[in-house]
């Protein structure tokens, strides 16, 4: 019997990108973290639930600059690139939190990203929304689910783990509470460190991995919170305070931004203030569309029994680069969808 070939046969069109090993040893730590997901979750008593990811313009939700279309019987439809809005519908109707596990689309521009490691054009999406949650239980929710994900990964997939370059030991140090990041005061420690904002800044310095990076070493370089955007580089229905808003990233080296979220807004008229002012609009406009697109959901806000609401939307693969200590998101996934990817 002849030995089994390292590589699979036209892997990657006859690209030799990963060996036959290593592609089953990161099935298996995908495998045993979406396990632990999903049971993190039931034992949290936080519902699954199924959303589409054919939407109208609306349902782009993040950037309509990197939206996917499609002929879509007679008009146009798009690829979801986030559920939160069918999320906050389910919430409006259950009253009780829930998630989803979705797939997420964007067309990245990565020639000119310098962001491009740690993007893909087709992503798994943990995406959780809740009725009276604060900021502070964003927080606690989710570094006890990384916690929780980097239990059952060593105890499952230790060794596939450390096959892939991932450093058991290191993970199992992991305790939570994470640090919190005030963006003012990250701010501060990026230009002490010789970082400058763009000169396109206007709305307030969008951080990239590179910024994030840095933050996360200067705390340890361990998991941390980024708290109080400027509400200029925030979605639209996310509640503000005192200029800032109530949002929340979590930063995991060595990819950075690992996931977003916030507290909703519910006025309805300040929400459509909000949505007014975004850049968000002015991209949807050069697409075609207007603020129609949000009628409906601008008038889910004004139904009385929408309780206040908050959520995050976690990337599955840079959880995966957090496990396996990797900035190259390709490598998190068996079948990566990238500009350079399309498979089989």
Not at 120 to 127: D, K, Y
Not at 170 to 182: N, Y
Not at 229 to 255: C, E, W
Request: overall charge negative; some cysteine; proline content about 6%.
């Amino acid at each position: 019997m002849g030995s089994v070939k390292p590589y699979l046969p036209g892997w990657g069109h006859g690209v030799e990108r990963i060996s036959r090993e290593a592609l089953a040893s990161l099935t298996r730590v995908r495998a045993e973290a979406l396990r632990a997901v999903r049971h993190f979750f039931e034992e949290l008593g936080v519902m699954e639930v199924t959303s589409s990811t054919l939407t109208q313009m609306s349902g782009s939700c993040e950037n309509p600059a990197t939206m996917f279309s499609l002929p879509y019987y007679g008009r146009t439809a798009y690829l979801a690139q986030s559920a939160q809005l069918q999320l906050e519908v389910i919430v409006a109707a259950l009253n009780e939190p829930v998630y989803t596990l979705t797939t997420s689309y964007r067309a990245e521009d990565y020639m000119l990203d310098e962001d491009s490691r740690r993007r893909l054009s087709e992503f798994t999406l943990i995406e959780v929304e809740a009725p009276g949650w604060s900021l502070e239980t964003l927080m606690r929710v989710q570094e006890e689910l990384l916690a929780a994900v980097v239990r059952r990964t060593l105890a499952y997939a230790r060794r596939e783990i450390e096959s892939l370059g991932g450093k058991p030991e290191e993970l199992a140090a992991l305790r939570p509470p994470f640090p919190r990041i005030e963006y003012a005061d990250a701010v501060r420690a990026l230009i002490q460190e010789g970082l400058k904002p763009p000169a396109e800044a206007s709305d307030g310095w969008d951080f990239g991995m590179r910024e994030e990076r840095v933050l996360i070493g200067l705390h340890g370089d361990t998991p941390a919170f980024l708290v109080h955007h400027p509400s200029g580089i925030k979605y639209f229905n996310m509640q503000r305070r005192a200029g800032a808003a109530m949002s929340v990233d979590l930063l995991t080296p060595p990819i950075g931004e690992t996931s977003g979220g916030g507290e909703r807004e519910s006025d309805p008229d300040l929400t459509a203030r909000q949505l007014h002012e975004s850049r968000m609009l002015e991209k949807i406009r050069l697409q075609g569309g207007s603020e129609d697109e949000f009628s409906w959901y601008l008038q889910l806000l004004r139904d009385p029994g929408l309780p206040p609401r908050a959520g995050f939307g976690l990337g599955f693969e840079r959880m995966i680069a957090f496990l396996l200590g990797t900035d190259d998101i390709v490598s998190c996934l068996e079948f990566p969808s990238t500009d350079a990817h399309l498979f089989p």
